[in-house]
């Protein structure tokens, strides 16, 4: 994720006249095209279906990726392991709509909290569970100043109005849960 992240710097080397100089090219291409980042999205339990809405059905990879948008998250797997740790997880979450994203839980961060407590060496996954998702947030936090310096208020080739568009997800954390119980460690 450091690498990711780091990798902008080269980018916003690039003025906003030399990228306008060949923008045109790209047409209607766009991050937005990438299949595998909304996938990495559906898999970690953030699931827009409206995103779909971008892709033509007839692009390699749609199918994958509604098949991904119905199938289990991180995050479900991730409530498994804690029942394997004694954790008590409430019915309607095992029983969830997969199709939705995930969302916080009061009773899965009490858990959460507990186990943070008791065993030492569940307490590393969470904080490694913690970095990965606080470099995901670095990275969309990046790429939104990259756009904004680049191309400002204009909206995106791929068709979204840009900027405020990118900024529906900024600070939006994966793993709730986790985050949710810091003040009270
Ligand atoms: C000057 C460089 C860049 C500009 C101006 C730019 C602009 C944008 C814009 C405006 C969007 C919103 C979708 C749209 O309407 O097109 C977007 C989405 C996206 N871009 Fe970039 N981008 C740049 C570089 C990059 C790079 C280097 C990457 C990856 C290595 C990247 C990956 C993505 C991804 C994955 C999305 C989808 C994000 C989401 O749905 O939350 N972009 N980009």
């Known amino acids: 994720m450091?690498?990711?992240?780091?990798?902008?710097?080269?980018?916003?080397?690039?003025?906003?006249?030399?990228?306008?100089?060949?923008?045109?090219?790209?047409?209607?291409?766009?991050?937005?095209?990438?299949?595998?980042?909304?996938?990495?999205?559906?898999?970690?339990?953030?699931?827009?279906?409206?995103?779909?809405?971008?892709?033509?059905?007839?692009?390699?990879?749609?199918?994958?990726?509604?098949?991904?948008?119905?199938?289990?998250?991180?995050?479900?797997?991730f409530y498994d392991f804690l029942a394997t740790r004694g954790a008590q997880i409430p019915p309607a979450l095992k029983n969830r709509d997969l199709s939705q994203p995930n969302e916080p839980n009061e009773e899965v961060q009490r858990e959460i909290l507990r186990l943070y407590k008791s065993s030492p060496e569940v307490s590393i996954l969470f904080e490694l569970m913690t970095d990965f998702d606080e470099g995901l947030q670095e990275w969309r936090y990046r790429h939104i100043k990259l756009v904004e310096r680049t191309i400002g208020a204009k909206r995106g080739t791929g068709g979204s109005p840009g900027v405020p568009f990118l900024k529906q997800s900024l600070f939006k954390p994966i793993f709730h849960d986790l985050w949710a119980i810091r003040h009270q460690m």
């Open 2 to 77: 450091k690498t990711l992240v780091a990798q902008v710097d080269i980018l916003e080397t690039m003025t906003p006249s030399s990228f306008s100089s060949f923008r045109d090219r790209l047409e209607t291409a766009s991050g937005f095209q990438s299949i595998q980042f909304r996938e990495l999205e559906f898999l970690l339990g953030y699931k827009r279906s409206s995103t779909l809405a971008h892709v033509k059905p007839d692009f390699p990879g749609y199918d994958r990726l509604q098949r991904r948008l119905g199938e289990s998250t991180v995050i479900d797997h």
